[in-house]
C-alpha cells in the first residue's frame, strides 16, 4: 500500500523545480488523491474538469478499477514506476496518485503555450493551403493525419536529447517508402548523444555524413500539404517538437527549385517559374562575380556602351572593383542580419539609413559607384526567388566574388567545375544529390527542371526506389 | 603518435581549404598581376594610319570615360604615335597616355590617302597578328590624312568614330549604298588567287558642301563616255557605257537611255560635333563612301565612282532594298529594287570562258518627278516596260563601268580568277596570266516589277 | 580516412554516360588547335584529314566496344588470365604513362587557351595553377563520379555547341572548300598524322571495360556515338574553313573564333564568351578525364586505394611539367605532331586490337 506523502515526497526529490506543483485533493468519499503535474505546460482546466470533478465522487472503498471508469480524460495510461511518472510530468502530462495504492495513472493534460496553425512566413502560397507546422508536435502530427487517412502511415515516436527529451516523430508510408530507409534514419538520429534539441536542425545535422558541407542533406518544409505530398513519392519525414520545419529525406537539390504551388498552378506557368528560379540563382550568384572579373580582366564580356557607362561610373571611385564590390556586398549582409533583428519601432528609421544614406548618398559622395548597387540588390533578389537555399547561395555568391577578384574569369569556371564535381559525388541516403540530372533519369525529368502535367507523373521519382512505384492510375 | 598523424590526415582537406582561401583572399585584396583593367585601360574605339616621311603615323581616337554618378559623360581624345609598324606607333601612344591601347573595342580602320603607295598589308600587319584585335572590324580608305578625318567634328555623334561606323553601316550595306568590308574580308579576297580587295572610301566635307569639289546629288552615267578611276586620281566620277567596251557585251535585255543614281545621302543634321578637345566651334563634317578603293597585289589601283562601287555592292552583297534612278519619257524614276540577286557566274564554252554577270530584282517606284494620282499611287509595283528597260540599262551600265575599271587596272574584284581555280582548277594554269582580258563577259540584268 | 576513400564512389558507369563521353568530351578536346593545324597542311581538305583520323580511330572503338561485349572482367583481369601478372602489370603501367601523356599536350592547350580567353592582356602561369585544384580534387574521382559528370556535361556540350554553329552560319561561304580533294594527298596525310596523338578514346573504352554492364547493342550504340562525335568535329573544321578559309591556319582556338562576327555581338557584347565559359567546364572535365584514367591503372598495378595520394602525385608531376614547359608549346607540338605522337597514337590502336585476343575470363557472379 503506498503512503500518498511519500509518493509526493519521492516524485519532489526528483523534480525539485519550483513549477512542478502538487495538487492534492478529498473526494466526498474521503479518498485522497494528488495530482502532479508542470505548471504552464499541462492544461489545468481539463485536470479539474476530467479528473478532479469526476474523482469527487470516489467512496474510500473503491477500488482501482472503478476509480479508471470515473476518469473522463480520454487519455488515462497506467503508470509505470516513479522515472516514468518524472518522465511524463516533465512533458507536459499529469501523474494522478491515489493514497493507498501502488498503482497510478497519467493523465494526458499536455497543452504546452504556442502559436495557432498559420501560414509560414517562408512559403506562402498565393494558391493552395495555407497551413503551416507550429511547434506543437501534436498539433503538426494532426496536420499530417488530416492529409494522409491511410492506416499504412506510420509515426514512429522517439526521444531525442538528454536534457530535454524532444519527441521527434518519424513518418513514412509503409509498403512505398524504401524498406530499411526509416530504420536506418532512427538509427542515424539515437546514435547521436546531445543534451538539447532546440530546432530540426540539429536533427537535420544528425542525418548526413558530411554536417560541415555548405548543401544541405535533407529537405525542409513548414507546410504540412508539402511534407505529405514528399511522404507519400516515398521518403521519411521527420517532425521535431518545438519546431515548425519539418524535415524530409532523401533529398534532391532540385526540390528546393519546386515549391508547393507549382502542383497547384498549370504545369506550363510553373515550367516556366521554375526555369525562371534556376536562372534568378543563376543570375544571383554570378553576376557579382562576372561584374568584377569582366572589369579587372575580361572588359570584353561587357557591351561597349554599357562599358562606357560603367566607366563613367567607376572612374572617381577611390576603390578598386572587387574591394568597392565586397563593401556593397557587406553593407547588404549587414543590412539583412539588422533588419531581421532589429526592433519593429526602429525598422523604419533604420531602413531608411540603409536605403538612403548607404545607398543614394554613398553614390553621389563617390565611395561605391551605381552599377555596383545595382547589381547587388539584383543579385539579392535573386536569391530570394529560392529561399530554401539562401544560406548556400549567399555563401556562394561570396565564394564566387573572391574567386572572381582573384583569380578572374577562369576562376569563375574552375569553381563551378568543381562544385558540380562535389555534387554528383554526395548522396543523401544513396540517392545522388543532383538527380535526376546526374544519374540521368528521364521519366524523373518531368518533375525536374520544368514541370510537367499531373498525368505524366503517374510514377513515383525513380530514383526513391520505392516499393510501390505507381501514384496515379486511371481506370 | 600514429593517432595524432590521423587526426591530423582527417584535418588535412579542411586546412588545405582554409589555406586556399586565405591565398585567394589575398590575391583578391592585392589585386596586382600586372594585368590591366577597367580603370588603367583606354577605350581605342578606331584607329587612322598614314605616312610621315619614313614612319607611319597612328592616331587613335580614345574614349576617356568621365567620372560621373549616371554614366552619362564620355569624352574622347585623339591621340598620335610615330613609328616604323603600327606596334611602334601604338608603343609610343602608350607612353604618351600611360592608358594601355588595347584593341578590343578598336572596330574602324582608317587608311589614310598618302598610303596609297604602300602595300596595304604592310599596313594592316599589325591587326593580323595582335590576338586582341577583332577580325571584325571595319576597314576604310579615306581622302587626305585619316588623323584629320578623326577629329572632324560631325552633326551625327559626338564620336567620328561613330558618325563613319554610321556609314559603313550593315543597313547601309543593304541599300548597295556602301561596300562595307571588315580585315577578315580583305585578307580572305587578297589571300586568295583573285589578289584583290576592295574596301570603302571616305570623303568629308562641311555641312552644306558636297564631297570632294563635286555637287551635291550626283549623277552617274552622264551621256559622256569618261575613264574611269586611274591610280593617282581623285573623286570619282560617272560615264555611261554605250557601245563596245573591252569585253564583250553579250545577252542583256537593256535598251538605249541613261539613268541617274538617286543620291541616298547617309548624313543629315546640323549640330556641331561634342565632347572635348577643342572641338566648339568648328563647323560640322558630313562623310559619305560611296566610292569604294580598289587594291590589287595589295597596291592601291584606283577609286570606283559611286556607279562601279553600286555595280560592285549589287554583285557582292546581300541586297534588301537599292534605289537606282531611270530616265523614261521625259521623266525621272527612283526604282526601288527588291528581292535582289546577284550572281557571277564562270562557264567554259567553246573552249573559251565567259563571265556572267547576272542580276535580278524586283522593282517598285519609290518616287517619279510628277505628281501622280491616288490610283498610280497605289499602282507602285506596277511598271511599264519603258520604265523596267531603263532601269535595267543603268544597272548593266554601271557593271560595264566596273568591269572595264577591273580589266583596266587589272585588279580582280569581282573574283574572276578565283572562280577559275575552284571550278576549273585543270584549266588555270593555262588560262591565270592575264585572265580577265580573256574572258567574254555576258550580262543578264532581269528587273520585273508586280504582275 | 576510412570515410574519405569510400566516399570517392564506386568504379561503376552506364552505355548512356561512355556515350555522352564519347560525343561531349571527344569533340570538345578537338576544338580549340585541331582545326587550324589541320588546315596548316591540308588547307581546305581539313574535313578529309579529320576524316581519315576519325574513320580509323572508330575501328579502334569498335574493336575496343567489342571487346567489352566479350566478358564481364575488367581489362586489367583479363591480362592477368591471359599473361599473368607481371605482364598484365607492365601493359597497364605503359597504359597510365599513355594516359598521362595523353593529357600533356589538352593541358597546356587549355592553358595557352585560357590565356587568351579569359583574360585581356596575357598573364603569366600562375592564374592557370587553380586548374591543379580542381584536378587533384576530381582525379580522386571514380567512374561513377566521370559518368555523372558526362551526363551534367552533355547538354550543356550540346547547348554550347548549337549556339555557336548557329552564330557562324551567317558568315560561311561553301566556296572555300573548293576546289575539293585540291590538295596533294600527302599533305592530308601529313595533317592526319600530325594530329593523330589527339585519339585515344578506345583506350578509354578500355578502361571502362568490366565497369559497365553490357547489353545487346552497346557495342553499336558505342560506336556510333563515336563516330557521330567525328561527325560534330568534321562538321566544325568545315564550318570553321568556311568562315575563314585560307586565314584558317592562323587562327588559334578556333572554337572562340568562329562568332565573332555574329551580329549581336555588336549590339550586346561578346556574348559568345559566356557561351565559350559554359564550353570550358565541359573541357576541363575531359582534360581530367585522362588523368582520372592514369590514376585508375596506378591503382589496378599497385593495389593501392588510397586516390588522394595518387592524385596528388600524378598532378604533382603534371605540375611541374607545366612549369617546364610554360614558353615551349611549339616543341611540345613538334614532339606530339612527330614520331612521339604516331607512337601514342599506335599504343591506343594496339591495344584495343590486343583485347580482341585476350581471354575472357569466367563471367562474375
Not at chain 2, 563596245?244 to 556641331?272: A, L, P, R, Y
Not at chain 2, 534588301?320 to 550572281?343: C, P
Not at chain 3, 596525310?189 to 554492364?213: P, Q, T, V, Y
Request: hydrophobic residues 45%; charged residues 20%; positive net charge.
Amino acid at each position: 500500500m503506498a503512503n500518498l506523502d511519500a509518493r509526493i515526497k519521492e516524485v519532489k526529490s526528483i523534480l525539485t523545480s519550483q513549477d512542478i506543483l502538487v495538487f492534492e485533493f478529498v473526494s466526498e468519499g474521503g479518498k485522497r488523491f494528488a495530482a502532479i503535474y508542470a505548471d504552464g505546460v499541462a492544461d489545468k482546466v481539463t485536470l479539474g474538469e476530467l479528473v478532479v470533478k469526476p474523482l469527487r465522487a470516489v467512496r474510500k472503498d473503491d477500488v482501482i478499477k472503478v476509480i479508471k471508469r470515473l476518469l473522463a480524460s480520454p487519455e488515462v495510461k497506467d503508470g509505470k514506476d516513479t522515472n516514468s511518472a518524472v518522465e511524463e510530468i516533465s512533458d507536459g502530462n499529469a501523474a494522478l496518485f491515489i493514497d493507498g495504492e501502488s498503482e497510478f495513472f497519467i493523465i494526458g493534460l499536455k497543452k504546452p503555450p504556442g502559436r495557432t496553425v498559420a501560414e509560414p512566413p517562408t512559403q506562402i502560397a498565393v494558391k493552395g493551403p495555407r497551413e503551416g507546422f507550429t511547434e506543437d508536435i501534436k498539433t503538426n502530427l494532426g496536420l499530417i493525419r488530416k492529409r494522409i487517412k491511410t492506416p499504412n502511415l506510420q509515426i514512429k515516436n522517439i526521444k531525442v536529447g538528454k536534457q530535454s527529451q524532444t519527441n521527434v516523430a518519424i513518418c513514412y508510408i509503409q509498403g512505398i517508402c524504401k524498406k530499411g530507409l526509416a530504420e536506418k534514419v532512427e538509427e542515424q538520429i539515437l546514435n547521436k548523444e546531445i543534451d538539447v534539441i532546440p530546432d530540426s536542425s540539429y536533427i537535420a545535422r544528425f542525418l548526413t555524413k558530411k554536417p560541415r558541407s555548405l548543401f544541405k542533406r535533407s529537405a525542409t518544409s513548414e507546410k504540412p500539404d508539402i511534407f505529405c505530398a514528399k511522404v507519400s513519392e516515398g521518403r521519411v519525414g521527420i517532425i521535431v517538437d518545438g519546431s515548425p520545419i519539418a524535415l524530409t529525406v532523401p533529398y534532391m537539390l532540385i526540390e528546393d527549385f519546386q515549391s508547393g504551388e507549382d502542383y497547384y498552378i498549370e504545369s506550363h506557368r510553373a515550367t516556366i517559374i521554375r526555369l525562371l528560379r534556376l536562372l534568378s540563382l543563376l543570375v544571383g550568384i554570378l553576376l557579382p562575380a562576372f561584374y568584377i572579373a569582366a572589369q579587372l580582366f575580361k572588359i570584353q564580356l561587357i557591351p561597349l556602351k554599357l562599358l562606357l557607362k560603367i566607366s563613367s561610373s567607376v572612374s572617381g571611385i577611390p576603390l578598386s572593383p572587387s574591394i568597392e564590390m565586397f563593401l556593397t556586398l557587406f553593407v547588404l549582409e549587414v543590412l539583412n542580419e539588422a533588419s531581421i533583428r532589429m526592433p519593429k519601432y526602429v525598422g523604419l528609421a533604420l531602413s531608411v539609413v540603409g536605403a538612403l544614406v548607404l545607398g543614394d548618398t554613398a553614390v553621389k559622395a563617390g565611395i561605391i559607384s551605381t552599377p555596383a548597387i545595382i547589381i547587388v540588390a539584383f543579385s539579392a533578389i535573386c536569391l530570394y526567388t529560392v529561399p530554401d537555399l539562401i544560406e548556400t547561395t549567399t555563401t556562394l555568391r561570396w565564394l564566387y566574388l573572391i574567386v572572381a577578384g582573384s583569380v578572374g574569369t577562369f576562376g569563375i569556371v574552375l569553381l563551378s567545375a568543381l562544385i558540380i564535381c562535389y555534387l554528383i559525388s554526395e548522396r543523401s541516403y544513396g540517392v545522388p544529390l543532383v538527380s535526376p540530372f546526374a544519374p540521368l533519369i528521364l521519366s524523373d525529368l518531368k518533375d525536374g527542371a520544368f514541370k510537367s502535367g499531373i498525368f505524366s507523373l503517374s510514377k513515383r521519382p525513380k530514383v526513391l526506389k520505392t516499393q510501390n512505384k505507381v501514384r496515379l492510375k486511371i481506370k | 603518435m600514429k593517432e595524432k598523424f590521423y587526426c591530423l590526415i582527417k584535418k588535412l582537406p579542411s586546412l588545405v581549404i582554409c589555406a586556399i582561401l586565405a591565398v585567394l583572399l589575398f590575391l583578391f585584396f592585392v589585386n596586382d598581376f600586372g594585368l590591366v583593367d577597367i580603370h588603367k585601360t583606354s577605350v581605342v574605339m578606331s584607329l587612322g594610319i598614314d605616312i610621315d616621311g619614313e614612319d607611319l603615323l597612328v592616331t587613335a581616337q580614345i574614349a576617356v570615360p568621365q567620372p560621373s554618378e549616371n554614366g552619362e559623360n564620355t569624352s574622347f581624345t585623339e591621340v598620335s604615335g610615330k613609328g616604323a609598324t603600327v606596334a611602334d606607333a601604338l608603343n609610343e601612344i602608350n607612353s604618351k597616355t600611360g592608358f594601355y591601347p588595347k584593341l578590343l573595342f578598336c572596330r574602324l580602320i582608317l587608311i589614310g590617302e598618302d598610303c596609297k603607295n604602300k602595300n596595304l598589308f604592310e599596313l594592316l600587319d599589325y591587326f593580323y597578328r595582335n590576338e586582341y584585335s577583332q577580325y571584325s572590324a571595319l576597314v576604310a580608305m579615306c581622302k587626305g590624312k585619316a588623323g584629320d578625318l578623326l577629329k572632324k567634328p560631325t552633326p551625327m555623334a559626338n564620336m567620328t568614330t561613330l558618325s563613319i561606323q554610321r556609314i559603313l553601316s550593315e543597313e547601309l550595306k543593304k541599300s548597295a549604298n556602301v561596300s562595307t568590308v571588315n580585315l577578315k574580308m580583305i585578307a580572305q579576297t587578297h589571300y586568295s588567287k583573285s589578289n584583290a580587295c576592295y574596301m570603302p572610301y571616305i570623303e568629308s566635307s562641311a555641312q552644306g558642301q558636297a564631297s570632294g569639289g563635286e555637287q551635291s546629288g550626283e549623277k552617274f552615267n552622264s551621256k559622256q563616255s569618261q575613264d574611269s578611276e586611274n591610280k593617282q586620281g581623285s573623286g570619282g566620277e560617272s560615264s555611261s557605257k554605250q557601245g563596245e567596251k573591252n569585253g564583250k557585251n553579250g545577252g542583256g535585255q537593256e535598251q538605249g537611255g541613261s539613268s541617274k543614281q538617286d543620291g541616298g545621302k547617309g548624313q543629315s543634321g546640323s549640330s556641331s560635333k561634342q565632347g572635348g578637345g577643342g572641338k566648339q566651334g568648328e563647323q560640322a563634317n558630313e562623310f559619305t563612301c560611296r566610292k569604294t578603293a580598289a587594291f590589287s597585289n595589295g597596291k592601291f589601283t584606283g577609286v570606283l565612282n559611286e556607279e562601279q562601287a553600286f555595280a560592285l555592292n549589287l554583285l557582292k552583297n546581300d541586297i534588301r532594298l537599292a534605289i537606282v534612278s531611270a530616265q523614261s519619257n521625259g521623266k525621272d524614276y527612283a526604282i526601288g529594287l527588291r528581292n535582289s540577286r546577284g550572281k557571277e557566274r564562270l562557264n567554259l564554252e567553246n573552249g573559251a570562258f565567259t563571265f556572267s554577270l547576272t542580276y535580278s530584282a524586283k522593282a517598285r517606284i519609290q518616287g517619279v518627278t510628277e505628281a501622280s494620282t491616288p490610283k498610280k499611287l497605289a499602282e507602285n509595283d506596277v511598271i511599264t516596260k519603258d520604265v523596267i528597260n531603263a532601269t535595267s540599262s543603268a544597272i548593266k551600265s554601271a557593271a560595264q563601268s566596273l568591269v572595264e575599271f577591273c580589266v583596266k587596272n587589272n585588279c580582280d574584284l569581282l573574283g574572276v580568277k578565283d572562280m577559275l581555280y575552284k571550278f576549273y582548277k585543270n584549266k588555270f594554269n593555262v588560262f591565270e596570266k592575264d585572265f580577265l582580258n580573256k574572258i567574254n563577259v555576258a550580262y543578264d540584268i532581269k528587273i520585273s516589277g508586280a504582275k | 580516412m576510412q570515410a574519405f576513400v569510400q566516399s570517392t564512389g564506386e568504379n561503376k558507369i552506364n552505355v548512356r554516360q561512355i556515350c555522352f563521353i564519347l560525343i561531349a568530351f571527344n569533340v570538345c578536346g578537338k576544338l580549340l588547335l585541331f582545326p587550324n593545324n589541320l588546315s596548316y597542311y591540308a588547307g581546305n581538305g581539313l574535313w578529309l584529314a579529320a576524316l581519315i583520323d576519325f574513320a580509323v580511330h572508330t575501328l579502334s572503338v569498335w574493336a575496343a566496344a567489342y571487346a567489352c561485349s566479350k566478358s564481364d572482367k575488367t581489362f586489367y583481369q583479363r591480362l592477368v588470365i591471359t599473361f599473368g601478372k607481371v605482364p598484365a602489370k607492365i601493359i597497364f603501367s605503359l597504359l597510365a604513362l599513355l594516359f598521362f601523356a595523353a593529357a600533356i599536350v589538352p593541358i597546356n592547350e587549355q592553358k595557352l587557351y585560357v590565356q587568351e580567353i579569359f583574360y585581356d592582356t596575357i598573364p603569366s602561369l600562375i592564374p592557370f595553377l587553380p586548374f591543379f585544384i580542381f584536378s587533384i580534387y576530381a582525379v580522386q574521382k571514380r567512374f561513377s563520379n566521370t559518368g555523372r559528370a558526362a551526363d551534367i556535361c552533355f547538354p550543356i556540350f550540346i547547348a554550347c555547341f548549337l549556339a555557336l554553329i548557329i552564330s557562324s552560319f551567317t558568315e560561311i561561304n561553301l566556296s572555300h572548300l573548293l576546289p575539293v580533294f585540291n590538295e596533294p594527298i600527302n599533305n592530308v596525310l601529313k595533317s592526319s598524322l600530325s594530329n593523330i596523338f589527339r585519339f585515344n578514346e578506345s583506350a578509354i573504352l578500355l578502361a571502362f571495360m568490366g565497369h559497365f554492364k553490357y547489353k545487346k547493342g552497346d557495342c553499336t550504340k558505342i560506336t556510333l556515338s563515336y563516330a557521330l562525335g567525328g561527325v560534330l568535329v568534321i562538321f566544325f573544321c568545315i564550318l570553321f574553313y568556311c568562315v575563314y578559309a585560307t586565314l584558317s591556319p592562323d587562327q588559334f582556338f578556333a572554337v572562340s573564333k568562329t562568332s565573332i562576327f555574329f551580329s549581336a555581338i555588336n549590339v550586346i557584347g561578346r556574348i559568345d564568351f559566356i557561351v565559350l565559359y559554359a564550353l570550358e567546364i565541359v573541357m576541363v572535365f575531359a582534360v581530367v578525364l585522362n588523368l582520372q584514367l592514369c590514376r585508375y591503372c596506378l591503382e589496378e598495378i599497385t593495389g593501392y586505394k588510397n586516390s588522394m595520394v595518387l592524385s596528388l602525385a600524378i598532378n604533382g608531376v603534371l605540375i611541374v611539367l607545366t612549369v617546364i614547359l610554360d614558353h615551349k608549346f611549339g616543341e611540345l607540338q613538334k614532339l606530339y605532331g612527330g614520331v612521339f605522337g604516331i607512337i601514342i597514337f599506335a599504343a591506343f590502336t594496339l591495344l584495343p586490337a590486343l583485347s580482341l585476343t585476350i581471354k575472357k575470363g569466367a563471367k562474375n557472379k
